[in-house]
């Protein structure tokens, strides 16, 4: 039998139309406006904070939807973005610093959907709403904070090789290290070639001074690191605010553009996006009073510091190593079962760290965390923004053994506190400063403006579509229209499934999917009416219209389907969306198209003797 699917493949055809249908439905559903409670500090919200927040909410009489809690976070839902407002206001006064809370949209899908994993796609920041930031990465403070580093690199290199030096420091823009003698300065000469190949030597007239300075290469490799090591960390940064589907992306060398859909609270936007950060590790000082220095003598050399708890706590002046030194951290268990942050260093902190922990084993050491914080204040109905440098000890682990490139932290409380500390270890500090240059917030009404336009054209295209192809092909039109329904599910299910983000030129995507998904018909569907004036029979003219024109339509989506994966590849932002639903479109259109309506067209003519056909 010519036009006889196998089972197997009708099968299939109905197995991808149903999950299409099953990942797609989430799309139906909207959000709700909620507010959402995360910890800033390693301990998670406990069940006891949480069933307070919940009370907390009901006495101000604010009905919520729903009160969730999971994870350590709260989420509550609410009717209306008024009432959704009120809660987040009152709970931050309530709350404190150590708790973040953030505006958010929490989506709806019913449970037994959630349970399958099927979620609704992303909505970009012209369908939502939202903020759009350009920041500038200080490049000069990049280079600047690495000179530093190398400074106190420079004085260690030299107390371990027991040379004598005057001074070494930062003049002019070069590193400058002035020896006690001549003697002195060839072996330095010899060790800055050893263990310092990234800086460029100089020797001036002053017999005794060595000038060093970062190579081109090595300037431009850490304003590189910089930005990139900035991306990551706002990456993480943003999850404080709730947004799903963060856009972040480099432009020109040293400018970050981000953008934050769904974000209602642009003030904390700012604060957190702006805040500097870095990481220390300190050796504890154990050889003098604590307390003395709370009173105000620190003995010299140590410094005063405090941890989460408010405790004090004395450490070494002295920097083993910084944060943007460590090239990774993951969360794990030690030998005994109990909870540690496996970290790795690059080569410089590697090195630092064998030579501390080879005279240091028994010893405490602690990790620092240095922020600047950016504060949003109303001073004389004027907003200013207030940098607050903020410093605390936010874990002690006692030196187990000598260690260098790769170890691991202890000490700590909990699993929980174990990701949440090696998450700030790995892109917890900013290398660089940012600024905010420029600053654009996209309306949730104009977001729901840019939908309903977008659904109107989708809605008006298809119609006409429909209209022509069941007016123009008849039965065979109005399987050819089920094919195309069939397509628009598998693209919106197959854009869920990866949880891409839609936006404006997405949906243009689409609907350039369904003119290229009903032209595929046309052709198969034209070439069957000229076999049947041919005088063939229509279940031969059906098997030839099918099998001859399946060559020019590969050929044609194939060259579509070029010009797509180069948009993608070249394209940016929007273009990338455009592209992306393109692509989807092309492919499914291939299956739906061809396979879909043969599958109905076999259904209704395969078996049975047919002198004509409804096209």
Same mark, same amino acid.
Request: charged share 20%; hydrophobic share 45%; proline share 3%.
């Given at each position: ?75 509550? +839902? ?6 959704? #407002? ?34 609704? %796609? ?8 939202? *903020? ?22 420079? +004085? ?55 000038? =060093? ?68 590790? +300190? ?6 009073? *604590? ?38 951290? /993951? /969360? ?15 080569? *410089?902190?590697?090195?630092? %760290? ?23 204040? !109303? ?29 691991? !932290? ?10 949440? #500390? ?5 892109? $917890? ?31 008006? &295209?298809?119609?006409?579509?429909? #209209? ?9 039109? %109005? ?16 854009? @869920? ?17 369904? &003119? %290229? ?43 579509? =389907? ?10 940016? &932002?929007?273009?990338? $969306? ?9 492919? @499914? ?6 396979? &879909? !309506? ?7 003519? $395969? ?9």
């Amino acid at each position: 039998m010519q036009n006889h699917f196998p089972v197997w493949k009708n099968i299939l055809v109905l197995l991808v139309f149903g999950i299409g249908i099953i990942y797609s439905l989430p799309n139906l559903y909207g959000d709700d406006p909620s507010v959402q409670v995360s910890s800033t500090i390693a301990t998670a919200i406990s069940q006891e904070q949480a069933n307070q927040v919940d009370s907390d909410i009901k006495a101000m009489g604010i009905p919520a939807k729903a009160f969730e809690y999971k994870d350590g976070k709260i989420l509550a +839902r609410f009717s209306n973005t008024d009432d959704q #407002l009120k809660v987040a206001d009152q709970l931050r006064d309530k709350m404190g610093s150590n708790y973040t809370v953030a505006l958010n949209l929490a989506p709806t899908t019913p449970g037994w959907l959630r349970a399958l994993g099927a979620q609704a %796609m992303y909505l970009g920041l012209d369908l939502r709403g939202g *903020v759009h930031f350009l920041l500038e990465v200080d490049m000069d403070a990049a280079v600047k904070q690495a000179e530093d580093r190398y400074i106190d690199d420079v +004085r260690l290199a030299l107390r371990n090789a027991k040379l004598h030096y005057q001074s070494v420091a930062k003049d002019s823009g070069f590193i400058k290290v002035t020896m006690n003698s001549t003697d002195d300065k060839s072996a330095l000469l010899t060790l800055l070639d050893k263990e310092f190949h990234s800086l460029e030597i100089t020797e001036p007239e002053a017999q005794e001074q060595v000038w =060093l300075k970062f190579s081109e290469k090595e300037a431009r490799e850490i304003k590189k690191f910089a930005v990139a090591q900035n991306m990551t960390t706002l990456r993480n940064r943003v999850n404080e605010l709730g947004v799903a589907e963060p856009v972040i992306q480099q432009q020109g060398e040293n400018r970050i553009m981000v953008q934050l859909p769904g974000v209602q609270d642009t003030t904390r936007a700012k604060e957190i996006l702006g805040t500097t950060a870095t990481l220390e590790y +300190r050796l504890v000082d154990v050889d003098h009073d *604590v307390q003395q220095a709370v009173s105000g003598h620190a003995p010299v050399g140590s410094r005063l510091y405090y941890d989460r708890s408010g405790a004090p706590i004395l450490l070494d002046r002295r920097v083993i190593v910084t944060g943007d030194q460590i090239v990774d951290a /993951s /969360s794990g268990q030690d030998q005994d079962g109990r909870p540690s942050v496996n970290i790795s260093l690059n080569g *410089v902190g590697a090195s630092k %760290m064998a030579k501390t922990t080879q005279v240091s084993v028994g010893k405490p050491m602690a990790v620092v965390f240095i922020e600047y914080k950016v504060e949003t204040k !109303t001073v004389n109905g004027e907003k200013i923004r207030h940098k607050e440098k903020v410093e605390k000890v936010i874990n002690v682990a006692t030196i187990q053994g000598v260690f260098s490139k790769r170890f691991q !932290t202890t000490g700590l409380d909990s699993p929980q506190e174990a990701r949440n #500390l090696s998450l700030l270890l790995r892109a $917890g500090a900013l290398a660089a400063p940012v600024d905010i240059v420029e600053e654009r917030t996209v309306g949730p009404s104009l977001g729901q403006d840019n939908i309903d336009k977008g659904m109107l054209s989708f809605v008006v &295209g298809f119609a006409l579509v429909v #209209l022509f192809m069941a007016v123009y092909y008849k039965l065979f039109g %109005m399987i050819a229209n089920f094919a195309l329904a069939f397509n628009v599910v598998i693209v919106v299910a197959i854009l @869920s499934m990866l949880q891409a983000t839609l936006t404006l030129p997405g949906i243009a995507g689409i609907i350039l999917t369904v &003119g %290229m998904s009903v032209d595929a018909n046309v052709l198969i569907f034209e070439r069957v009416k000229e076999e049947i004036k041919a005088g063939i029979t229509p279940q031969a003219a059906i098997f030839i219209g099918y099998d001859k024109a399946f060559a020019t339509i590969l050929d044609s989506h194939f060259t579509n =389907l070029v010009v797509a994966v180069v948009l993608f590849a070249f394209g940016t &932002g929007s273009v990338k $969306g455009f592209a992306v639903t393109l692509i989807i479109g092309i492919l @499914s259109s291939m299956f739906t198209a061809i396979t &879909g !309506t043969r599958m109905v067209i076999n259904w209704i003519y $395969g078996s049975r003797r047919v002198e004509k056909l409804s096209i």
